[in-house]
């Protein structure tokens, strides 16, 4: 089956929405494929709170563009970096296609962000600085009222009044080029065909590949047995649009080796179950011993590598362990979102056994904890600088004696956010080959899209699906009129 459109995009999250509406609202007509069924569509963004790093609904953070740039890449070449202070247009083809963090790329992001919130606000999307579950941040967040699931209905009812048609359990499979190479369509699988045909520019926006175990193993090696998305959503990523730009000769962008981590309780079926509450105890591994420095800094700016480490450790699990004590932290409690209850003992000794880690063990590493400690000012929710003395690894705010029952653990696994590896993209959204020319035709935005390296820049995701998303669907609409001929020319 045949259907021919001016813009077909692939995912209906953010970034599809926002590609999908922009298109729309240039003329086009368009498509979303969308894998989930109508009751579970929006990927990852149904399910996230959707943090966006900005100051307030215009201005993007103080630390935006200096964090992305510090988590640009490794050891790049310093000689090809230089080449970045010069114009776009002059750069080499070989700085075109590098897989590092784009300057260009980051400052669009931040330059559209206040723009692109703007935009979203006419189809009623509301922001605010409520509290969160990160009582201690090192950035300044605000989030769309009713978190990504706002964001999906506003936009997608936006869609719908433009006339966009959704083709639910619907997957994209294949690019669909003509002989010039130019992407003139996909092919698409769904209950009632193996051979869907949609004809038009394509926007790639269907996420990572947190969803596909193969791909997991392939790219993040043996330890991903371990990793789980954090959401239902994720599990609905599996990597098409990644496979399916690579395979038409699309450069890769973004850390395939790693993902955006979150820590979680493993116990837990619900949608994210994050136990946030570390700072304020010990981490421990399932010998009892601690292995990471527990508090070096705001909890947004920690808890990646802290979750990423315990992926490494045996089992890919460690315990937070708290004492009374934890009560003292104003509402400690919206940073714990898990539905199970944490194992509570009277003695270190009981709760080692719930947990089932050696009793001496732990007993033995409290002990050493509690000794390291000193007397200071408590401080719960700024960095109070209360630390460890002589202890290794260090803890370097809130250390305080673990010393009053009841003992409490929560298990603590790394789960899957997003993974970080994807396409290579202008700032026009447009898929970029290992040449640096643009694959005509083509766009990505999302997941889809890789851009992050080192430590996730927090409260990015979000913004970078919408603005990207909005800036593919612009761009699409715009040359929709002279990729209708070409179109024709391939139909048999």
Same mark, same amino acid.
């Not at 990646?304 to 004492?323: F, K």
């Not at 993209?425 to 643009?438: E, Y």
């Given at each position: 089956?045949i259907?021919?459109?001016d813009?077909?995009?692939?995912?209906?999250?953010?970034a599809?929405?926002?590609?999908?509406?922009?298109?729309?609202?240039?003329?086009?007509k368009?498509?979303?494929?969308?894998?989930?069924?109508?009751?579970?569509?929006?990927?990852?963004?149904?399910?996230?709170?959707?943090?966006?790093?900005?100051?307030?609904?215009?201005?993007?953070?103080?630390?935006?563009?200096?964090?992305?740039?510090?988590?640009?890449?490794?050891?790049?070449d310093?000689?090809?970096?230089q080449?970045?202070?010069?114009?776009?247009e002059?750069?080499?083809?070989?700085?075109?296609?590098?897989?590092?963090?784009?300057?260009?790329?980051?400052?669009?992001?931040?330059?559209?962000?206040?723009?692109?919130?703007?935009?979203?606000?006419?189809?009623?999307v509301?922001?605010?600085?409520?509290?969160?579950?990160?009582?201690?941040?090192?950035?300044?967040?605000?989030?769309?009222?009713?978190g990504g699931?706002?964001?999906?209905?506003?936009?997608?009812?936006?869609?719908d009044?433009?006339?966009?048609?959704?083709?639910?359990?619907?997957?994209?499979?294949?690019?669909?080029?003509?002989?010039?190479?130019?992407?003139?369509?996909?092919?698409?699988?769904?209950?009632?065909?193996?051979?869907?045909?949609?004809?038009?520019?394509?926007?790639?926006?269907c996420?990572?590949?947190?969803?596909?175990?193969?791909?997991?193993?392939?790219?993040?090696?043996?330890?991903?047995?371990y990793?789980?998305?954090?959401?239902?959503?994720? $599990? $609905?990523?599996?990597?098409?649009?990644?496979?399916?730009?690579?395979?038409?000769?699309?450069?890769?962008?973004?850390?395939f080796?790693?993902?955006?981590?979150?820590?979680?309780?493993p116990?837990?079926?619900?949608?994210?179950?994050?136990?946030?509450?570390?700072?304020?105890?010990?981490?421990?591994?399932?010998?009892g011993?601690?292995?990471?420095?527990?508090?070096?800094?705001a909890?947004?700016?920690?808890y990646?590598?802290?979750?990423?480490?315990?992926?490494?450790?045996?089992?890919?699990?460690?315990?937070?362990?708290?004492?009374a004590?934890l009560?003292?932290?104003?509402?400690w409690?919206?940073?714990?979102?898990?539905?199970?209850?944490?194992?509570?003992?009277?003695?270190?000794?009981?709760?080692?056994e719930?947990?089932?880690?050696?009793?001496d063990?732990?007993?033995?590493?409290?002990?050493?904890?509690?000794?390291?400690?000193?007397?200071?000012?408590?401080?719960?929710?700024?960095?109070?600088?209360?630390?460890?003395?002589?202890?290794?690894?260090?803890?370097?705010?809130?250390?305080?004696?673990?010393?009053?029952?009841?003992?409490?653990?929560?298990?603590?696994?790394?789960?899957?956010?997003?993974?970080?590896?994807?396409?290579r993209?202008?700032?026009?959204?447009?898929?970029?080959?290992?040449?640096?020319?643009?694959i005509?035709?083509?766009?990505?935005?999302?997941?889809?899209?890789?851009?992050?390296?080192?430590?996730y820049?927090?409260?990015?995701?979000?913004l970078?699906?919408?603005?990207?998303?909005?800036?593919?669907?612009?761009?699409?609409?715009?040359?929709?009129?002279?990729?209708?001929?070409?179109?024709?020319?391939?139909?048999?």
């Open positions: 089956m259907r021919t459109y813009v077909v995009v692939a995912g209906c999250g953010i599809g929405l926002s590609a999908a509406v922009s298109a729309a609202q240039g003329g086009a368009v498509a979303v494929l969308e894998r989930a069924p109508f009751e579970e569509r929006g990927g990852n963004t149904r399910w996230t709170e959707a943090f966006l790093r900005m100051k307030n609904e215009h201005e993007v953070s103080d630390d935006f563009e200096e964090h992305f740039m510090a988590n640009s890449g490794f050891h790049l310093p000689s090809l970096v080449e970045t202070a010069r114009p776009y002059q750069w080499p083809s070989i700085v075109k296609s590098l897989s590092f963090t784009d300057p260009e790329i980051v400052a669009t992001l931040a330059a559209q962000a206040g723009p692109t919130l703007q935009w979203m606000k006419q189809f009623g509301t922001y605010s600085d409520m509290a969160s579950y990160l009582i201690t941040q090192s950035t300044t967040r605000i989030s769309p009222v009713g699931w706002a964001l999906l209905e506003a936009l997608a009812k936006g869609a009044e433009l006339g966009v048609e959704f083709f639910y359990e619907t997957t994209a499979e294949e690019l669909i080029q003509n002989e010039n190479g130019r992407i003139v369509g996909l092919r698409a699988t769904s209950r009632e065909s193996r051979n869907h045909r949609f004809m038009g520019a394509v926007v790639l926006a996420g990572g590949f947190e969803g596909n175990a193969e791909m997991q193993a392939r790219y993040l090696g043996p330890a991903s047995r990793i789980r998305p954090v959401a239902r959503g994720g $599990y $609905y990523n599996r990597g098409e649009g990644i496979r399916m730009g690579l395979a038409v000769g699309a450069a890769p962008c973004g850390d080796a790693e993902y955006h981590a979150e820590p979680i309780d116990r837990s079926g619900v949608s994210e179950p994050i136990v946030f509450m570390f700072p304020y105890g010990i981490l421990v591994d399932q010998n011993g601690r292995f990471i420095d527990e508090a070096s800094d909890v947004d700016a920690i990646e590598n802290i979750s990423r480490v315990i992926n490494r450790l045996p089992g890919g699990i460690a315990y937070a362990i708290s004492d004590g009560d003292d932290v104003p509402n409690q919206r940073t714990v979102r898990t539905d199970e209850k944490p194992y509570q003992a009277d003695t270190l000794a009981q709760l080692a719930q947990i089932g880690v050696c009793a063990n732990l007993e033995r590493t409290v002990a050493e904890f509690n000794a390291a400690t000193v007397p200071g000012e408590f401080k719960p929710l700024e960095k109070d600088g209360l630390a460890t003395r002589s202890l290794q690894p260090p803890k370097s705010n809130w250390a305080r004696p673990i010393v009053k029952p009841p003992y409490r653990a929560w298990p603590i696994s790394s789960a899957n956010c997003f993974t970080f590896g994807g396409l993209c202008n700032t026009l959204a447009q898929v970029i080959d290992h040449d640096g020319r643009a005509p035709g083509l766009y990505a935005a999302g997941e889809t899209m890789g851009i992050y390296y080192g430590r820049t927090g409260a990015t995701s979000v970078r699906g919408a603005v990207y998303g909005r800036i593919a669907g612009l761009h699409a609409a715009e040359n929709c009129k002279a990729l209708s001929t070409v179109i024709a020319g391939a139909l048999p």
